[in-house]
């Protein structure tokens, strides 16, 4: 499977915002907590739900079901933070959610996937990282973490293979500024939560220290 080159043009029309994404999002991981991986989920979820929900309602979408049907996030992520439990704080977090609108079309639909999709690379990576560290942890919470397991590199060219042959069919443009959209998105949705999240953890230290089974 080649290089795709509709991936290529995108890493390069959204670079400058992936190091605050990472950032935001892995970077507190650095040094792994059940807090914190908790809290990750929520972030995570709030994008990641209402997105799902408006890829299943994109006009055309039902003719790519079986590609989407192993990227739907949002559900296993619910039922890892059930399975965590989730703080007062962390509930507050977990009700918001990010404004996606609806997609016009299928090609707007896949390139604002791009948002989420690039983050399951390094997902997988930081899954190593959790089995190490906190194991009960992901005993417990592996629905999201395990699934894009050991193929994390093969669902991101399968992607780009199927962004590729939506662009041969469609507009290339639209793709690329609906990944500039989603990125612009996600980068402002975890700007407007990194405050609740740093007061979260502020307030909660000694509780999540206590319940920290890892």
């Given at each position: ?59 055309g ?25 989730l ?45 190490i ?10 629905n ?32 690329v ?38």
């Amino acid at each position: 499977m080649g290089r795709s080159s509709t991936l290529a043009r995108l890493a390069l029309e959204t670079a400058r915002s992936h190091a605050f994404i990472d950032e935001a999002l892995l970077g507190p991981l650095e040094f792994p907590s059940t807090a914190g991986y908790r809290r990750f989920l929520c972030m995570l979820y709030g994008f990641q739900a209402p997105l799902e929900n408006a890829l299943a309602t994109t006009p055309g979408m039902d003719a790519h079901a079986y590609f989407l049907e192993t990227r739907w996030k949002a559900a296993r992520i619910a039922t890892d933070l059930m399975s965590l439990g989730l703080t007062r704080h962390e509930h507050c977090l977990l009700a918001r959610r990010q404004s996606i609108p609806a997609f016009a079309s299928v090609a707007h639909a896949f390139g604002f996937m791009y948002a989420t999709e690039r983050l399951m690379v390094p997902v997988d990576a930081l899954r190593v990282r959790l089995e190490i560290e906190m194991p009960v942890v992901t005993t417990l919470a592996h629905n999201f973490i395990y699934s894009y397991a050991n193929r994390a590199d093969a669902q991101w060219r399968q992607y780009g293979t199927h962004l590729d042959r939506v662009a041969r069919q469609g507009d290339i443009e639209v793709i690329v500024s609906s990944a500039r959209a989603g990125i612009d998105s996600l980068t402002a949705w975890l700007s407007q939560q990194m405050p609740a999240t740093r007061a979260a953890t502020n307030d909660e230290r000694p509780a999540a220290t206590k319940r920290a089974t890892a």
